[in-house]
Structure formats: C-alpha cells, structure tokens
C-alpha cells in the first residue's frame, strides 16, 4: 500500500497561484500512477489532472487546460500540482491519488481507476 498526504491548500485571491504537494510513503518503489481530483461542497469529486509514473504523459480536465501543471520527482516521491490563473470555481478540497502502473506509461483519469487516496487540501479563491 501507499499512504498519500496532499499540503499546500490555502485562501488565495482570484488570479493568484497556488502550488500542491502530495508526497507518497509506503510501497513507493512501486510504479504509480499519480493524479489529483477535488470535490466543491455539494458537487461530485471530479478529475483535474494525472501523470504517469515516467512523467512522459499528462492530462487535463478542460477546465483547468492552460492554468494547472501536474508534475511529479520521484526521487522525493512527490507529486505537484501547479494552480495558476485561479478563479472562485477551482474552490475545492483537492485530493491527491495514485493507481499502480508496472509498465509506467499509463495515465488515469477515473476515479474508480485509483486506488489510493490522500484526505484532502482545501484551496479556496475569493473573488
């Protein structure tokens, strides 16, 4: 098992930028696959943005197309998720998850494709 603890989530003015950090412990000398979901009060969870475990292949939810950059170090174990541009509807608790990958080349954006979760960073943009 891996265990997973996102940081980084605070209150930010719309425009700004924030930068999440989720870093993995456990079984990390397995392959995963990584990606980063949120949940706004009252909405579904919803996909934003998944890497593989090489990093080569990245995916974007069209909402956040152009403002956010999913980027990982696996010598850290540690995935980012750089939030620019940021506008009161990216309001959420953001979740980081991962999906074991032997081959390192997949990337995910189901939710029921991951299999481990982290409890969440709250990022709220005022307006």
């Known amino acids: 098992q891996v265990q997973l603890v996102e940081s980084g989530g605070r209150l930010v003015q719309a425009g700004g930028s924030l930068r999440l950090s989720c870093v993995a412990s456990?079984?990390?000398?397995?392959?995963?696959?990584m990606g980063w979901f949120r949940q706004a009060p009252e909405k579904e969870r919803e996909f934003v943005a998944g890497?593989?475990?090489?990093?080569?292949?990245?995916i974007y939810a069209d909402s956040v197309k152009g403002r956010f950059t999913i980027s990982r170090d696996n010598a850290k174990d540690t995935v980012y998720l750089q939030m620019n541009s940021l506008k009161p509807e990216d309001t959420a608790v953001y979740y980081c998850?991962?999906?074991?990958?032997?081959?390192?080349?997949?990337?995910?954006?189901?939710?029921?494709?991951?299999?481990?979760w982290g409890q969440g960073t709250q990022v709220t943009v005022s307006s």
């Open positions: 998850a991962a999906s074991i990958d032997y081959s390192g080349s997949f990337v995910y954006s189901r939710l029921n494709e991951y299999a481990y």
């Open positions: 456990g079984r990390t000398f397995i392959r995963y696959t």
């Open positions: 890497i593989s475990w090489s990093g080569g292949s990245t």
